[in-house]
């Protein structure tokens, strides 16, 4: 049997270094004669209020136009770019359009005929991924006869990494992703994340390593320009070298494990050829958990601040994105609000999971599925409920208030404006370009 090849080149020049890459892996080998092609970026969070930081967060446009172009070079000329950002609004459309036309997706349509869909506007497939598991995805990449995959190389909270496999889940309905973040400990979201993949067209997977994040997947992360490629005709291959560049064992990765079991292919990259870079030339650790307290009762850094009173139990598996936004928001709010004083024996709880403490005076139930979960709990002493999916920010502000954490509401009321606080950190460094997310209307 051979092996599968996984690229890993050093990006250097605006179409040669992609052309590189996906030459060393021959990754357009198995694309077929004029094929529909289905090209999935990263576009995991995005606002029309304020500008903020990409790098390592969404993937480049630069990487999205050398794709097209290498595309268009072997006479693809029906090409699609979809995908389904997390809003607060479902229904918001106005921001996937924003995101779209800032990124130069229009541009790209004017000069290559491409389109650009957010596929919550289009249809979506039931599809049977085996073992029970039954998820609906957008008609347009489970009908194309070829799916370019464009994930950042970057780490995450809950799946240790971020890349090829999981970034087909922005293809999937809302619906469906609230069903990864489940309560089976078995079929969980690693298990579910390893099954996105399955049922795909024939695909090349290209992470985006030009920018790397740390502590992802989101804009609180810590980014880095790392310029790197790393690029496979296979997906499972692509991540299980993407988990090595970041500092992973693919072992330390349960959604690769559980991947690569189901393939029946081994995960200590035996099966698989490195072309260009060695591993161990562009490896580098970045940490992938957000640091909470010995008994996971709070964040480090509040705990460090010296706050008492307060239990704000450590995420897990079963949040789900949407609450999963707000509650970093929540977090920074009782900080701030933070005066010195012991609050009065209050937990915020998150999930589908969490449970009251009997110790605890005051419980904050966190959204839709925390509420439902615990509403009649015999351990629950006070309640204060927010039952939104996902929560409004007004609500979460009044629960605050009512158990006694006088949160600012301003900093709820201009939610949309804080990811721009976080450009501060990049602030006269010239590494962190703009340019790398436009693309220039004339060649």
Not at 35 to 40: D, G, L, Q, S
Not at 57 to 80: N, Q
Not at 243 to 258: C, D, K, M, T
Not at 370 to 384: E, G, I, L, T
Request: aromatic share 8%; with cysteine; net charge neutral.
């Amino acid at each position: 049997m051979s092996k599968s090849i996984v690229s890993i080149v050093r990006y250097e020049k605006p179409r040669e270094s992609v052309r590189q890459a996906v030459d060393l892996c021959r990754g357009l080998d198995h694309m077929p004669a004029g094929a529909r092609v289905f090209i999935k970026p990263n576009i995991v969070f995005w606002t029309r209020a304020v500008n903020f930081p990409k790098w390592g967060v969404i993937t480049t446009s630069r990487v999205v136009e050398d794709m097209v172009v290498l595309l268009k070079e072997r006479g693809i000329d029906d090409i699609t770019i979809g995908e389904g950002t997390v809003l607060a609004n479902p229904k918001d459309q106005e921001t996937p359009a924003h995101a779209f036309k800032t990124l130069g997706y229009g541009v790209l349509k004017n000069r290559y005929g491409v389109k650009a869909v957010n596929v919550f506007q289009r249809s979506f497939e039931k599809v049977d991924l085996g073992a029970g598991v039954e998820l609906k995805f957008n008609t347009d990449i489970l009908n194309a006869d070829f799916v370019v995959n464009l994930p950042v190389l970057k780490t995450h909270a809950m799946t240790v990494v971020s890349l090829g496999i999981k970034n087909l889940k922005g293809t999937t309905d809302i619906a469906s992703r609230k069903k990864c973040h489940n309560t089976d400990p078995q079929k969980d979201l690693h298990f579910m994340i390893a099954r996105l993949a399955d049922q795909m067209p024939p695909m090349l997977t290209l992470l985006d390593g030009i920018y790397t994040n740390e502590r992802g997947p989101n804009i609180d992360g810590r980014m880095r320009r790392s310029n790197l490629l790393v690029a496979s005709a296979d997906v499972l291959s692509a991540d299980l070298v993407g988990a090595r560049v970041l500092g992973y064992e693919p072992s330390e990765v349960p959604y690769l494990v559980h991947a690569a079991k189901n393939r029946g292919r081994p995960f200590d990259l035996s099966d698989i050829e490195v072309a260009g870079e060695p591993i161990e030339a562009v490896a580098a650790l970045h940490k992938y958990d957000f640091p909470y307290n010995q008994d996971n009762t709070l964040p480090l850094p509040l705990e460090k601040m010296g706050i008492k009173g307060l239990s704000c139990p450590k995420y897990d598996l079963s949040l789900c994105t949407y609450c999963a936004g707000l509650t970093g928001v929540v977090l920074s709010a009782i900080a701030m609000a933070w005066k010195g004083e012991p609050w009065d024996d209050v937990e915020v709880l998150t999930g589908k999971i969490m449970t009251p403490a009997p110790d605890r005076k005051k419980t904050i139930l966190l959204g839709k599925c925390m509420y439902q979960a615990n509403k009649k709990h015999p351990d629950m002493q006070q309640m204060f409920a927010v039952k939104g999916c996902p929560p409004k920010p007004g609500d979460v502000v009044k629960a605050l208030h009512q158990a006694g954490i006088m949160v600012d509401a301003n900093i709820f009321e201009s939610i949309d404006h804080m990811p721009g606080l976080f450009l501060s950190r990049y602030e006269g460094r010239p590494e962190f370009e703009e340019e790398f997310f436009q693309i220039k209307t004339s060649e």
